[in-house]
């Protein structure tokens, strides 16, 4: 019966989204393509002094990608240091230089790692003009890189990839904004709060009190889920009745998660001239997608290990309303794409359970992946097989008629390098440096044993892949954490952006060669599976070791 | 042109975007949702709080604890699931436990929690639900299962000297089945249905 319901619920996501996909999808490659310009944006270029129809080379759009970004860590750390100054604040003192500091690289990244516990941390000023902000425009930055390399597939002969202040003002003000102020009111209607009234305190009918807050969550909610941001109002993030009350919530947060990754690639198909590419790459993150929420599910179900044995069900951790499916979901969606929002606790999933968001990140969060940031190393895996397959046959590699000439091929490597490195490093030097180790065990660390280097290595992996859910039993608030963990963050989302903007404009200078009789098809069923192959593979390889000593060690104790 | 004063300008041009960004996004489109949930649906935006009597003792959506002053499980009050909030159900401190599955404080306190229930209402441990001995993700979840509502029903009619028949209508009352009959799980809200004894009783 449990089963039948579930994948009724899975049903509905997938008809959800599949009625989504084509206008949702046109609606974001009109949004980039189009010569017209709103009356508000032509103000909006007037006043930051752009002009919106000019191009940039890549260089020129990074470096407009590095400053936005690095005005927004500043604007976000300045905010937090001035909190106890700001309005709204509710007597929260400042938020010290530590945590502010990697609080504004975790929300500027679209990570939202959260270091702090929102609730007794962030007054209503840093949720909504700092936080809630960079929510809306880290997302609106994803999106853009990820449309660059599109336009790098389907420019011929170009010095340019578009522009950049065009992009982010666009895909913020023609997508994120009213999609946001629709879900913010649908969510209110299911009970999510949106006020400014602080803590109210009650008597409760055996005598106790209780202090309930308030908060303009709604607002946030939408797009934190929407942008695959993830970061919570509260501590329980989307676990919190007050940002998740119902079922029926919880399945459209799961939605607006998935709604924009999964349309991308037909924004890609739409852009490059063959919907079909865009259908190959849906298919792609689909079926890692239903894989992943399988396997999930069924260790979650089987319930194995001490406690969950012992207590009946693995409901530690869980709420009543979504129950063991309802989390799983959630779980999966959350991890597969960068958002990081929970509405179970993963620290208390079975050991092999706990296992699965860890490698749902390790995949590199490309099924589907974060807005933008999904669709974008979806691509480069896509170039990692076509040239794989090259090497098989012998010829040089082509994708969507372009060349992949060693220039590209170096750097599609070195994305693919990246995060691991920072994932494992981190992980390493945690416990390698011994007075880090000390602090990192006796401070940090909760549950302990295997469970917690699982811990650590979940905290790298979430924060080098940009997605900011936790092992949330770690107490991450320490001076290496939020050093190594920024730096981690930082270099996790823009060392791949440069890679693929570098990319995108290689590609655009390129002329389009005609498809032979030896071009390797990229829209069928055997390039699919290629992908998938090799999106699992280079996971597996990368990371086999390091599971080996965490979750598997104790899932197979 | 060169390039350190074109690098120079993105730095203003973003600096200018962000501050817009900031009212539009930050105060603009906060004050306009929040406009919306006061003026169209006051009840959900403020929280949905409710009422025993005249009193407003709560939210529907947030759980509470009924215990004595100590922790110790009030006999007459259906009782929620365990909470890792602050004591218990602190509303200003949401948080899960986030012991793992080998943790042996963990065990210990699932044990402990099987034995007290066992001997309160009087069930073999068996029988006992698992959200009954686990802490939810918020430790501010409102319900607990329909199985975990049945194994009390014997104390509280025996508690407050009611008909068996009374409490379980009061229990099914408070249930709430599956979303549009198919999403996540049915539930009973513990606050609504304390409310509704105290009703009885007075």
Do not use: C
């Amino acid at each position: 019966m449990d089963t039948f319901f579930a994948i009724v619920q899975v049903a509905t996501l997938v008809l959800f989204l599949v009625l989504i996909y084509r206008p949702l999808g046109d609606y974001m490659a009109h949004i980039y393509t189009s010569k017209h310009n709103l009356k508000a944006e032509r103000g909006f270029y007037r006043m930051i002094g752009v002009n919106p129809d000019s191009e940039q080379t890549w260089r020129a759009y990074l470096r407009g990608v590095l400053a936005f970004s690095l005005i927004g860590v500043l604007i976000l750390y300045g905010i937090q240091r001035l909190q106890a100054v700001l309005p709204y604040s509710l007597g929260m003192p400042a938020i010290p230089e530590g945590l502010s500091f990697n609080t504004a690289i975790s929300f500027v990244t679209n990570t939202n790692w959260q270091s702090y516990s929102p609730d007794v941390t962030m007054g209503y000023s840093v949720q909504l003009a700092g936080l809630a902000v960079q929510n809306f425009v880290s997302a609106a930055v994803g999106i853009a890189v990820a449309i660059a390399l599109v336009r790098g597939f389907a420019y011929r002969r170009s010095g340019t990839i578009g522009n950049f202040w065009v992009d982010l003002t666009r895909g913020t003000l023609r997508l994120l904004l009213p999609l946001s102020i629709l879900t913010a009111i649908v969510l209110i209607a299911g009970g999510v709060i949106q006020n400014f009234n602080g803590f109210t305190d009650v008597t409760t009918i055996t005598g106790g009190t209780q202090s309930i807050p308030g908060g303009p969550v709604a607002s946030q909610e939408a797009i934190k889920m929407l942008g695959t941001n993830g970061g919570g109002f509260f501590n329980a993030n989307s676990a919190h009745p007050f940002e998740n009350p119902t079922a029926w919530t919880s399945l459209l947060q799961i939605v607006l998660m998935l709604a924009i990754p999964f349309s991308l690639p037909r924004t890609f198909g739409k852009m490059v001239g063959d919907n079909k590419q865009g259908y190959a790459i849906l298919a792609v993150m689909s079926t890692i997608f239903v894989v992943s929420l399988s396997a999930l599910s069924i260790f979650e179900k089987i319930g194995a290990g001490s406690a969950p044995q012992l207590a009946g069900a693995a409901m530690e951790g869980k709420e009543d309303r979504f129950g063991i499916f309802g989390s799983t979901l959630f779980g999966t969606a959350s991890t597969l794409t960068s958002t990081g929002a929970v509405n179970s606790m993963h620290d208390s999933y079975t050991a092999l359970g706990g296992m699965m968001p860890m490698l749902n990140m390790m995949l590199g969060e490309v099924a589907p992946g974060g807005v933008g940031s999904g669709l974008y190393g979806m691509l480069i895996l896509a170039i990692i097989a076509v040239f794989i397959a090259g090497l098989l046959v012998g010829r040089t590699p082509e994708y969507l008629g372009k060349k992949l000439g060693p220039r590209e091929i170096k750097l599609a490597s070195i994305y693919i390098l990246v995060t691991p490195t920072l994932v494992l490093a981190g992980t390493a030097l945690s416990f390698a440096i011994p007075a880090v180790r000390d602090d990192v065990t006796s401070t940090s660390i909760w549950n302990s044993g295997l469970h917690g280097l699982s811990e650590v290595l979940y905290a790298f992996t979430s924060a080098a892949n940009n997605n900011g859910s936790a092992f949330a039993g770690l107490t991450a608030n320490t001076p290496w954490f939020n050093t190594a963990l920024g730096a981690a963050m930082l270099l996790g989302r823009f060392v791949p952006m440069v890679l693929v903007l570098a990319l995108a404009g290689s590609l655009a200078a390129q002329d389009k060669v005609p498809a032979t009789a030896g071009t390797l098809p990229t829209h069928r069923p055997q390039f699919v599976g290629l992908l998938v192959a090799v999106t699992v593979v280079i996971v597996a390889l990368t990371y086999f070791p390091a599971i080996t000593l965490g979750p598997l060690a104790e899932g197979l104790k | 042109m060169s390039t350190s004063r074109t690098a120079g300008r993105q730095y203003w041009v973003a600096l200018r975007a962000m501050i817009v960004f900031t009212i539009v996004l930050g105060i603009a489109y906060t004050a306009l949702i929040t406009g919306i949930g006061q003026l169209a649906m006051p009840a959900q935006a403020n929280g949905s709080m409710i009422k025993s009597g005249d009193a407003v003792v709560g939210s529907a959506l947030i759980g509470q604890s009924f215990t004595d002053s100590d922790g110790n499980a009030l006999p007459e009050w259906f009782q929620s699931r365990p909470s890792a909030a602050g004591d218990g159900y602190d509303a200003a401190a949401s948080s899960g436990s986030n012991y793992g599955p080998e943790n042996s404080d963990l065990l210990a306190a699932i044990a402990e929690r099987q034995q007290a229930i066992a001997a309160s209402d009087n069930v073999p441990i068996s029988e006992i639900p698992a959200d009954a001995v686990t802490a939810s993700a918020s430790g501010l979840d409102p319900h607990i299962s329909p199985e975990y509502a049945q194994i009390q029903v014997a104390r509280i009619a025996a508690v407050r000297d009611l008909p068996v028949d009374e409490v379980q209508h009061l229990v099914a009352n408070a249930t709430t089945p599956r979303d549009l009959g198919f999403l996540g799980e049915p539930v009973v809200n513990v606050l609504q249905l304390n409310i509704a004894l105290a009703a009885l009783g007075s």
